[in-house]
């Protein structure tokens, strides 16, 4: 079983930044890809960005500019620094960890961004 666990996530005012970071248990090696979701109250889970093992970056249209996904392998850890953040981005933040042995998920951090 491979723990995943999230940080970082708060309130911040439109307009500002906030970073999350993500640790997984896996060992790097058995890692292919590692992404942040989101799910605001009464919508699907959205797919936000993707880091894959050899560090190709996929983002979604509506934070393409702003976000940055980022990994550290010593850490086994993936960050999301989100900028020019927006009211429309609150929501909570899930990290999600694909391994050869299957996928699993954090239990996510709340991002909320104030107008």
């Known amino acids: 079983q491979v723990q995943v666990v999230e940080s970082g996530g708060g309130l911040v005012q439109a307009g500002g930044s906030l970073r999350l970071s993500c640790a997984a248990s896996?060992?790097?090696?058995?890692?292919?890809?590692m992404s942040w979701y989101r799910q605001a109250p009464g919508k699907q889970r959205e797919l936000v960005a993707t880091?894959?093992?050899?560090?190709?970056?996929g983002y979604a249209d509506s934070v393409k500019g702003r976000f940055t996904i980022s990994r550290d392998n010593a850490k086994n850890s993936v960050y999301l620094q989100m900028n020019s953040l927006k009211p429309e981005d609150t929501a909570v933040y899930l990290c999600?960890?694909?391994?050869?042995?299957?996928?699993?998920w954090g239990q996510g951090t709340q991002v909320t961004v104030s107008s």
């Open positions: 880091i894959t093992s050899d560090g190709r970056r």
């Open positions: 896996a060992s790097i090696f058995s890692i292919n890809a």
């Open positions: 999600w960890c694909g391994t050869i042995s299957g996928h699993f």
